[in-house]
């Protein structure tokens, strides 16, 4: 596998070695930094070691987060090889409010692209809202929120997903976690550019359409409600027309779901009746 190895100002981003082993056990049992990671604190270095092979070895945006001055990992960054590109990271507590997340995190994104990586997301923990900061930081912009049981702690927790795409489809969203998870909104307030926000996406493209009318679910209009939402209005009909023209209000379920007069009024608004 190939090793990357990049530099920021203050930074260093590579592969853990053998040597690293103790820094990062350092990093993996701290209680305090564990508070919103998706695991346990690991309690021996056994235990970090197994951890570290399962989590960590095998995936080459996985990095360990190193000052130049030293070039000892206080941290990691790592994107994930699934389809969620789903971007992550920690740091010791005494390297927190420094910078070094977001500074780390834009490097990674830059090599990413790079790479032709289409997109990256990250979630975050709603009670943890400085690391959405991080992610604002990076160019990251708030998608949406949805509520699991987290495992393998077991409790319910909200989490805010933010996503940054590279290739030009500024619509795409996401919506694996959307479309899992029953209880999912938009909150208000987190979109960028003064959007409407606060509202379940069918709600958004009731307001849009039908001036505030309530119409079924439709996952399916998602990335096109929340263009519409960030033109003027001359240039919303031609997101919605574009939404027709693809089928989106012909040919699918949750299109005749949401009835002949939601398809209508939308059509009037683009022009097409």
């Not at 912009?141 to 489809?169: A, I």
């Not at 307030?189 to 439709?218: F, H, K, N, Y």
């Not at 209000?249 to 059509?267: D, H, I, N, Q, Y």
Request: charged share 30%; hydrophobic share 35%.
């Amino acid at each position: 596998m190939e090793f990357l190895r990049l530099e920021t100002d203050r930074l260093i981003l590579r592969k853990f070695e053998e040597r690293d082993m103790e820094a990062l056990y350092l990093l993996l049992k701290d209680e305090e930094v564990n508070i919103f990671l998706p695991w346990f604190p690991v309690k021996s270095m056994e235990e970090m070691e197994q951890f570290y092979k399962q989590r960590f070895a095998d995936n080459k945006y996985c990095l360990a987060i190193c000052l130049k001055e030293d070039d000892t990992p206080i941290g990691y960054i790592k994107a994930d090889m699934d389809d969620s590109h789903d971007l992550g990271y920690a740091l010791r507590r005494e390297f927190w409010h420094r910078g070094i997340a977001a500074e780390a995190g834009k490097e990674l994104v830059r090599q990413l692209k790079e790479d032709g990586i289409p997109y990256v997301t990250a979630t975050h923990d709603k009670n943890n809202p400085r690391s959405g900061g991080v992610m604002r930081q990076i160019g990251m912009k708030y998608c949406y929120s949805y509520q699991e049981q987290w495992q393998p702690k077991d409790f319910p927790v909200t989490f805010r997903m933010y996503q940054l795409n590279f290739d030009g489809q500024e619509d795409r969203v996401y919506q694996k976690y959307w479309n899992l998870y029953e209880t999912h909104f938009v909150e208000k307030g987190l979109r960028p550019e003064g959007r409407e926000a606060g509202q379940a996406p069918a709600d958004i493209a009731a307001d849009i359409v039908m001036g505030g009318g309530r119409t079924a679910e439709g996952n399916w209009l998602l990335p096109f409600i929340l263009r519409a939402q960030e033109k003027e209005e001359s240039d919303r009909r031609k997101v919605l027309a574009e939404a027709i023209l693809r089928g989106f209000f012909c040919e699918t379920a949750s299109a005749r779901a949401a009835g002949p007069s939601l398809r209508l009024t939308v059509k009037g608004l683009a022009g097409m009746t």
